[in-house]
């Protein structure tokens, strides 16, 4: 080598330490994210694998067809007003409580309570439901009490029927007054056929034996075809309940990969299908990307998911996923401006069945006898929205104790060892979505699950394990927009006259509520999602029944048609940019981006662009890189719903430009040279600043 290249080297190491001794406050590394997954398209067209066909269908069970659809007991489609009863023990136990998997407050006594019980313990109880019309009854569905203090069933019943309430005629089994079996647990609905249809108005279900340390305590729907009154036409035209063109039913595994093939062939230019994963029993975890350039993610576009099916018995989610990509897709080929424009702004990414395992064994049921909690759980018997990593712990304890609070971090938070482990509890449906969140710099997501009606924001884990806490995040203020933003354009959600669901009432929270606050959930996807990655994610509880009637899934589409575009927008929301080195205009990865007066961090994607949610307003905005001298700059938010363009350009510090140009053997410029000796006698008064101090 040269004797000048080796003078360089011999300068490298003293020319770093001063440089390095000068490095500004705010440029220390961050972890770098794992290494990036690419997910593959998937041919929907190739056969199941043989060993999966076999584990999960070996058994060809399908669900029972029923006759007529349920009026809506469970669904609350059938009104309070329209339920009565002979008798009642109190107000928390009254007729109105009589509806299939309807859930208790957990305090014994509660005004929302499991069931309706009668007062008296004899033959002579009825619970009476009001079709409101002609209809022609077919069956009855009856649960016991849901109660944690009480057990309470009816083993058999009887059935009354009426046009006027006054002159009531039995259902018959021949010529012998019929007698069904009911329960012989709480839980598990049992499913009674009339031994024929009979038309009327008015239907009684009559207990007639019981759990004998119990009481007379039920939960029940009823199965009905309305009847056509031939004096009014109007009543004719069946209430199809949406005007949308869609595939309206319930979907097993095999269905949705048919129905996800064909949205695909109808728009091959705007969509693509590829899998995270496998479940545990072998199903892949199928995505539908949305986007005017599949498969590859754009300079400044945003990155947004839904994610339905966790528990695979909440099954409206899944439905709604479907029917959003027929609809995109749909609307996108007629020319409608607001799906075009998300399509060409957004890279739309939607998983359907995160648990496909859950979801077949409550499917085979069927969607009025899966009860409350059949494929709730991965096949392993995991809840996957409590398996995700607890980083909520891991932040609040290093709050107690680091005393140099500029220390903490606040963002981006590593997963632990022992979690990522192959012998921790965790199920292959998580670690794939994990995978999944690692590999793709989402903005915005939700989590659709089932069984209220609510959105629910972080935090979702109380700080001291308390029962329920409000626990927010430092970005509070917009997670409530969020949520809102769903909950008040969503149809049923925004009415102000519908009944609580089960024993909440979050029509005084605004149907919105702080996760925690409503009860704690250690290792939630929204937690995670929001302390890991840059991803901010809520939960939306979309209908009071998890498992709807097919007959429901229409009018379900309009109720939430309209929150699932006006959510999937607010992703365009606050600031973005591109943070790039101002000397070759490179994008620069994981450049931390923050907003003075919000205590939580984000990162800048691999191609150095980044989006910060952010309600309107003024914000200070910094943003610093290892290597670069931090840049601040206003970054004004407004109310329009589209981002403020704020680009970062950063300059090497001295230390990194040295090794660069050292590295290439180049010649040190003169204002870096000038820079050197400034630093070095900066050092050299501070050393004797120091010294004459302690004398």
């Known amino acids: 080598m040269s004797g000048g290249n080796g003078a360089r080297l011999l300068l490298l190491p003293l020319l770093l330490r001063v440089a390095e001794s000068a490095t500004p406050n705010g440029t220390k590394s961050v972890p770098s994210p794992p290494a990036t997954t690419t997910f ?9 694998e043989q060993a999966v066909e076999s584990r999960v269908w070996g058994r060809k069970e399908e669900p029972p067809e029923l006759e007529c659809p349920p009026l809506g007991m469970e669904s609350l489609r059938v009104k309070d007003d329209q339920i009565r009863a002979s008798s009642y023990q109190r107000r928390g136990l009254g007729p109105h409580r009589g509806r299939l998997n309807i859930q208790s407050g957990i305090e014994d006594g509660d005004i929302y309570d499991g069931a309706w019980c009668a007062q008296y313990k004899d033959k002579k109880q009825w619970l009476q439901v009001d079709a409101g019309k002609p209809t022609r009854f077919t069956g009855v569905i009856l649960q016991g009490r849901n109660s944690i203090w009480s057990f309470d069933l009816v083993h058999t019943y009887k059935v009354q029927l009426s046009n006027d309430t006054i002159s009531w005629k039995s259902c018959m089994n021949g010529s012998e007054e019929a007698v069904f079996e009911g ?4 839980e598990t609905p049992v499913l009674a056929a009339f031994p024929e249809s009979a038309v009327a108005r008015y239907i009684r279900i009559n207990p007639q034996t019981w759990y004998e340390n119990g009481t007379i305590c039920l939960r029940a729907e009823v199965l009905g075809c309305a009847v056509p009154d031939p004096n009014n036409i109007h009543s004719w035209q069946e209430d199809e309940g949406s005007k949308d ?8 595994y095999k269905e949705m990969r048919k129905l996800m093939k064909s949205v695909h062939e109808a728009c091959p230019d705007i969509t693509r299908i590829y899998s995270i994963g496998k479940s545990y029993m072998g199903l892949k975890l199928y995505v539908m990307e949305i986007s005017d350039n599949p498969g590859k993610h754009e300079l400044g576009e945003p990155e947004f998911r839904y994610v339905a099916g966790m528990h695979g018995n909440e099954v409206l989610g899944r439905e709604l996923l479907l029917n959003l990509m027929e609809h995109m897709c749909r609307e996108y080929k007629l020319g409608n401006p607001r799906i075009i424009q998300l399509v060409k702004e957004t890279r739309v990414h939607l998983l359907p069945s995160m648990n496909p395992d859950g979801y077949e064994m409550a499917y085979k049921k069927g969607s009025e006898l899966s009860g409350w909690a059949l494929g709730r759980y991965s096949y392993e018997g995991i809840d996957m929205n409590h398996n995700f ?3 909520n712990s891991i932040m609040w304890d290093a709050m107690e104790l680091e005393m140099d609070k500029s220390k903490l971090i606040n963002h981006h938070f590593p997963i632990p060892a022992q979690y990522t482990s192959k012998d921790a509890f965790v199920a292959s449906e998580t670690r794939a979505v994990i995978r999944w969140m ?6 915005l997501s939700a989590n659709l699950h089932g069984g209220e009606l609510v959105v629910v924001y972080p935090f979702d884990m109380t700080r001291d394990w308390a029962p329920r806490e409000l626990t927010p995040t430092p970005d ?3 997670f409530r927009w969020l949520a809102t933003a769903y909950a008040s354009t969503n149809q049923v959600m925004s009415n102000p006259d519908r009944r609580p669901c089960h024993n909440e009432d979050f029509l005084r929270h605004n149907n919105i509520i702080n996760g925690a606050d409503w009860h704690t959930v250690p290792g939630s996807m929204n937690d995670f999602s929001y302390l890991h990655t840059n991803c901010f994610e809520v939960t939306v509880e979309l209908s009071c029944d998890k498992f709807p009637h097919a007959s429901e899934l229409p009018r379900e589409w309009e109720n939430n048609k309209e929150s699932l575009l006006v959510y999937m927008e607010q992703v365009h929301r606050g600031i973005k ?3 790039r080195d101002k000397d070759t205009e490179a994008g620069i990865a994981d450049a931390v981006i923050k907003v003075d007066g919000i205590d939580h961090h984000i990162r800048s994607a691999f191609d150095g662009d980044y989006w910060r949610l952010l309600n309107p307003g003024d914000y200070e905005v910094t943003v610093s890189a290892e290597g670069y001298i931090p840049v601040t700059r206003s970054c004004g938010v407004h109310y329009e719903p589209y981002p403020t363009i704020c680009d970062f350009r950063l300059t090497k510090t001295a230390k990194h430009r040295l090794r660069g140009i050292l590295a290439r053997g180049g010649k040190i410029p003169k204002d870096l040279k000038l820079r050197l000796r400034q630093l070095r006698q900066q050092k050299t008064r501070k050393v004797r600043e120091r010294r004459q101090n302690r004398r």
């Open 245 to 252: 063109k869609l595939d309206f039913r319930h979907h097993n």
């Open 183 to 186: 329960n012989q647990d709480p």
């Open 476 to 478: 509070d203020s917009f």
């Open 577 to 579: 940019g591109v943070v």
């Open 438 to 443: 690692q590999s793709i710099p989402f903005v």
């Open 40 to 48: 593959s398209s998937e041919d929907l067209g190739e056969q199941i």
């Open 389 to 391: 990593a607890d980083l």
